[in-house]
T-cell receptor, first 113, second 115 residues
Framework: AQSVTQLGSHVSVSEGALVLLRCNYSSSVPPYLFWYVQYPNQGLQLLLKYTSAATLVKGINGFEAEFKKSETSFHLTKPSAHMSDAAEYFCAVTSPGYSTLTFGKGTMLLVSP | SAVISQKPSRDICQRGTSLTIQCQVDSQVTMMFWYRQQPGQSLTLIATANQGSEATYESGFVIDKFPISRPNLTFSTLTVSNMSPEDSSIYLC????????????FGPGTRLTVT
């Protein structure tokens, strides 16, 4: 079985500050890991993915995440928050050849001026 | 990637009625999925829509309540039957271009309110 834990249902940052959204996973097989973003009243958009290549993954909109096997983590970061980053972020896990995704509960990112 | 559209984008329905949600993809895809996102919650997989055969349902979801069709590789429907207020959710369609990547692309969702 696979699972994802996102620490913090809400994270608040000031514009220009570092964004750190935490994701820890549990998987008995090598995982594939994803971060998705959901803007209000929209579907999910893929931000970035880890599929066993480079452990530091760069995504869209300046986001990146680092896969740390020893910590079973895949935290999402962005050096400088922008107002447009305010949204809900979901971490998800699957494995090679296993088609379904398991999602975390999501973290709402709030950005203040 | 893939471009996915859903109809309707939102609806308000009375309890006891049924609603069919359509999902259209701009290219042929191997796998299609239906998710439910209850208010303030994460995504829960309802079923995998299989082309040419019955959908594969996750624990807690049954065909009588959520019948799914997939007549071809670009289209699927999800019906929410005999609705109750507890069915008020966002229903999302997603597709996977291949099984090995694990990557899924999502439609914009259908926001359903049951009164």
């Amino acid at each position: 079985a696979q699972s994802v834990t996102q620490l913090g249902s809400h994270v608040s940052v000031s514009e220009g500050a570092l964004v750190l959204l935490r994701c820890n996973y549990s998987s008995s097989v090598p995982p594939y890991l994803f971060w998705y973003v959901q803007y209000p009243n929209q579907g999910l958009q893929l931000l970035l993915k880890y599929t066993s290549a480079a452990t530091l993954v760069k995504g869209i909109n300046g986001f990146e995440a680092e896969f740390k096997k020893s910590e079973t983590s895949f935290h999402l970061t962005k050096p400088s928050a922008h107002m447009s980053d305010a949204a809900e972020y979901f971490c998800a896990v699957t494995s090679p050849g296993y088609s379904t995704l398991t999602f975390g509960k999501g973290t709402m990112l709030l950005v203040s001026p | 990637s893939a471009v996915i559209s859903q109809k309707p984008s939102r609806d308000i329905c009375q309890r006891g009625t049924s609603l069919t949600i359509q999902c259209q993809v701009d290219s042929q895809v191997t796998m299609m999925f239906w998710y439910r996102q209850q208010p303030g919650q994460s995504l829960t997989l309802i079923a995998t829509a299989n082309q040419g055969s019955e959908a594969t349902y996750e624990s807690g979801f049954v065909i009588d309540k959520f019948p799914i069709s997939r007549p071809n590789l670009t289209f699927s429907t999800l019906t929410v039957s005999n609705m109750s207020p507890e069915d008020s959710s966002i229903y999302l369609c997603s597709v996977a271009l291949n099984r090995d990547s694990g990557e899924q692309y999502f439609g914009p969702g259908t926001r359903l309110t049951v009164t």
